[in-house]
């Protein structure tokens, strides 16, 4: 990314010019000296944006070392959407979905990188599920197909985290896939992407447990942006998990996950006990 080419932009059309141009731009949320700032990664170095990214703001020429920071999740959604058998690798023998099947996650359940994931004393069978997340960039309702990627921000990697006898015996997925700290997103917001082709991969302890690419999915962006705009309004900075491939494994106090998506980076967590 060429520093001169975002001098005077404001951060949608910083996203604009990267995607017209093929350069991506990577936009994080991030803690320093006690305030926390959005920024544009530029190599080792933060370019510093006075205000919030999905609202009323500037580039600024002040940077910050990316090693003195601490990375945030890089939105703050105002609700999390997120569809499920959207891969055919994970839907096995079940019927191919004919719709996107959405579920939601909470605000509360979102962290960031590095952060923990805290396994609640009574969860028995937590799993992870390595996912590409769409980051809502405009106010979106009833917005066709053939518009929708104009909605699109940008992308990030994220955890659908999942516990799994939860989610098969409660009434509803509520605490399976909503407690806190079970929705990790991050380390960036990356615009400038294909992403309907981007290589999805998780690592549980180094070994790799899952990867495929997004051209797989059974509804790409575009149809996921649209279906969803259709039921539910959406808002700067919200969030739509995407789908998981292939299987999944439970995870133990202790383990490290790591969700890798092309272009965006490694998002990595700890799973922690309770109380921790």
Same mark, same amino acid.
């Given at each position: 990314?060429?520093?001169?080419?975002?001098?005077?932009?404001?951060?949608?059309?910083?996203?604009?010019?990267?995607?017209?141009?093929?350069?991506?731009?990577?936009?994080?949320?991030?803690?320093?000296?006690?305030?926390?700032?959005?920024?544009?990664?530029?190599?080792?170095?933060?370019?510093?944006?006075?205000?919030?990214?999905?609202?009323?703001?500037?580039?600024?020429?002040?940077?910050?070392?990316?090693?003195?920071?601490?990375?945030?999740?890089?939105?703050?959604?105002?609700?999390?959407?997120?569809?499920?058998?959207?891969?055919?690798?994970?839907?096995?023998?079940?019927?191919?979905?004919?719709?996107?099947?959405?579920?939601?996650?909470?605000?509360?359940?979102? &962290?960031?990188?590095? #952060?923990? !994931? $805290?396994?609640?004393?009574?969860?028995?069978?937590?799993? /992870?599920? *390595?996912? %590409?997340?769409?980051?809502?960039?405009?106010?979106?309702?009833?917005?066709?197909?053939?518009?929708?990627?104009?909605?699109?921000?940008?992308?990030?990697?994220?955890?659908?985290?999942?516990?799994?006898?939860?989610?098969?015996?409660?009434?509803?997925?509520?605490?399976?896939?909503?407690?806190?700290?079970?929705?990790?997103?991050?380390?960036?917001?990356?615009?400038?992407?294909?992403?309907?082709?981007?290589?999805?991969?998780?690592?549980?302890?180094?070994?790799?447990?899952?990867?495929?690419?997004?051209?797989?999915? &059974?509804?790409?962006? #575009?149809? !996921? $942006?649209?279906?969803?705009?259709?039921?539910?309004?959406? /808002?700067? *900075?919200? %969030?739509?998990?995407?789908?998981?491939?292939?299987?999944?494994?439970?995870?133990?106090?202790?383990?490290?996950?790591?969700?890798?998506?092309?272009?965006?980076?490694?998002?990595?967590?700890?799973?922690?006990?309770?109380?921790?």
């Amino acid at each position: 990314m060429r520093r001169t080419l975002f001098l005077g932009l404001s951060l949608t059309c910083v996203a604009s010019v990267a995607i017209a141009q093929d350069h991506v731009a990577k936009f994080v949320r991030y803690s320093y000296q006690n305030q926390v700032s959005y920024g544009v990664l530029d190599g080792s170095q933060i370019r510093v944006v006075d205000g919030d990214l999905f609202g009323d703001h500037r580039l600024t020429e002040r940077t910050v070392p990316l090693d003195a920071v601490q990375l945030l999740a890089p939105a703050v959604p105002s609700k999390v959407i997120a569809i499920g058998l959207n891969y055919r690798s994970h839907i096995g023998e079940r019927p191919v979905p004919t719709y996107p099947g959405m579920f939601a996650k909470y605000p509360t359940s979102i &962290v960031g990188p590095g #952060a923990d !994931i $805290v396994m609640p004393p009574d969860a028995q069978s937590l799993h /992870y599920e *390595g996912e %590409l997340v769409l980051v809502i960039g405009k106010k979106a309702k009833n917005v066709p197909e053939a518009e929708a990627r104009d909605y699109v921000f940008g992308v990030t990697a994220g955890n659908d985290v999942s516990e799994r006898i939860w989610q098969r015996e409660d009434l509803q997925w509520l605490r399976a896939k909503g407690s806190d700290t079970f929705g990790p997103i991050g380390p960036v917001i990356a615009a400038g992407l294909d992403y309907d082709d981007l290589l999805v991969q998780t690592r549980l302890n180094g070994e790799v447990r899952q990867s495929e690419r997004t051209a797989d999915l &059974v509804f790409d962006v #575009a149809a !996921i $942006v649209s279906y969803v705009s259709r039921y539910i309004t959406l /808002y700067p *900075g919200d %969030l739509i998990f995407t789908g998981t491939p292939g299987t999944t494994r439970a995870m133990q106090v202790g383990d490290v996950v790591e969700i890798e998506l092309e272009g965006v980076g490694i998002l990595r967590n700890q799973v922690a006990a309770a109380g921790n």
